[in-house]
């Protein structure tokens, strides 16, 4: 490994030696909101990863989920619409983290007033915590839940879904479908304790399996 860490400084990476040598592990409280009852933890600051999930789950929590069909069009239509919200989110803050900060704690103190007109994002591990909590999925059926992704007017779905005539009423829209699940689509590995219960869910997307080992 040595030789290989010597011909990577050679090739002008990006890591010295003086950052390897000064590298340090800071740790910090984690981020803590609620979803649907649920205790989420994630990444603090100054990590954006965190903020994101929490923004996307706080404003896809203002629509009534639960009362729709799993992979419905009226499905599809609301991860769109929560999507687009957190996508506008993002170019609001333009990198900014603190202003993005401030469009959480925003959309936090709205989360009541928002209708189902309003547009919004989730993409990967916000779409399986939905799985979760909004339809009491299994691990196993909701890391395996078909997933949606929407960037530049671009729908991607994956097989699944239900599509409806959203094209023809959401102006621009392009939906690219997938007949598989893909790793475009990201990879969620789950491990959960229920009722005393263990249970590992690898995600085939990444070539994940789960198993329980009995020491």
């Known amino acids: 490994r040595r030789p290989a860490r010597r011909g990577e400084f050679r090739a002008g990476g990006h890591l010295t030696r003086a950052d390897l040598a000064n590298y340090q592990v800071r740790r910090r409280p984690p981020l803590e909101f609620a979803y649907r009852g649920a205790r989420i933890l994630t990444n603090p600051p100054p990590s954006a990863g965190g903020v994101l999930l929490a923004l996307t789950l706080k404003t896809l929590e203002a629509l009534d989920v639960a009362s729709l069909e799993p992979g419905s ?71 395996h839940f078909p997933r949606a992704h929407f960037e530049d007017n671009l729908l991607s779905v994956e097989a699944g879904f239900e599509t409806g005539d959203l094209s023809a009423s959401w102006d621009g829209l392009r939906i690219q479908p997938w007949d598989s699940l893909n790793l475009f689509f990201g990879g969620v590995h789950l491990a959960s304790l229920r009722e005393g219960e263990f249970e590992a869910t690898g995600d085939p997307r990444r070539g994940g399996v789960g198993r329980l080992v009995i020491a």
């Not at 009541?112 to 999925?137: C, K, N, P, W, Y």
């Open 73 to 143: 069009s009226e499905h599809l239509q609301a991860l769109l619409e929560t999507m687009t919200a957190v996508n506008d989110g993002r170019a609001r803050a333009d990198g900014d983290l603190q202003q993005l900060l401030q469009i959480y704690r925003e959309q936090v103190a709205a989360t009541a007033q928002i209708s189902r007109g309003t547009t919004h994002i989730s993409i990967m591990e916000r779409q399986v915590i939905s799985q979760l909590q909004d339809f009491q999925a299994t691990p196993e059926k909701a890391v």
